[in-house]
């Protein structure tokens, strides 16, 4: 059920995290809505996961980071402005006196403030009207970017390599603009995870395949539970001792 929800949901975010099973590294994955917490356990970190857990049927936005596994779903896609800018301050902190660098860094920044603060259409015009706006503002917005990173491509300046990343997901860095119900970032994601990475830190991670399962499926019933504002405890009591259906 909490799979077919997240097929089902107009936007998913998606993250990763390392998860060691009888002493062998592999990953736990998590599938986030508003409403739903997913969880799967798999040894692989390639994109056949991802795959797996959104289904041929989900045709939503998939926010997400750059990590190349994410790029196997072909529909509309937000990444993560967060880990773009995060990128951003750590190069400028490894070259403090580089002032195009700095310039750059400011001229990025004011553009993803803008498109954070856009307000969108007039709410009074027709449905499809303010999504042609909204869609033309997302346009307008991967142009100013680009005009600014344009000129840094396949050179020596040392933002040359995040421009290039700018050129390659330039369509999906302001989905959120078109699709007011998708954030700029991924910090559903990355929320998720925290409870799981705490217990890893604790316990080391799983035993054997059953048991990493057994771990999936609590994550995403008590991480499905607290994000709904349930009281996780309450919750598990009540379908522990729901009554099981009549037999056929």
Known sequence: QLQQAIRDSPVVHGDETGWRQNGHNGYLWSFSTPRVRYFLYRPSRGGAVVE??????????????????????????????????????????????????????????????????????????PGM??????????????????????????????MSVLCQRVERFLPELFTFVAEPQVTADNNAAERSLRPPVVSRKVSGGTRSEQGSETKSVLASLFGTWRLQGRDPYQAARQTLTRPLPAPV
Do not use: M
């Open 129 to 158: 009207v303010q999504q042609a706006q909204r869609v033309k503002q997302q346009w307008q917005y991967q142009q100013e970017l680009w005009s600014i990173c344009q000129p840094h491509v396949k050179t020596e300046a040392p």
């Open 52 to 125: 797996e857990a959104l289904g041929e049927e989900f045709d939503g936005v998939w926010v997400s980071d750059f990590y190349g596994a994410y790029n196997v779903y072909q529909g509309p896609h937000q990444r993560c402005w967060t880990h773009l800018l995060r990128a951003i301050h750590q190069l400028k902190e490894r070259y403090p006196q580089e002032l195009t660098l700095a310039e750059w860094a400011q001229g990025v920044r004011e553009v993803y403030d803008r498109a954070q603060a856009y307000p969108g259409p007039d709410p009074r015009l």
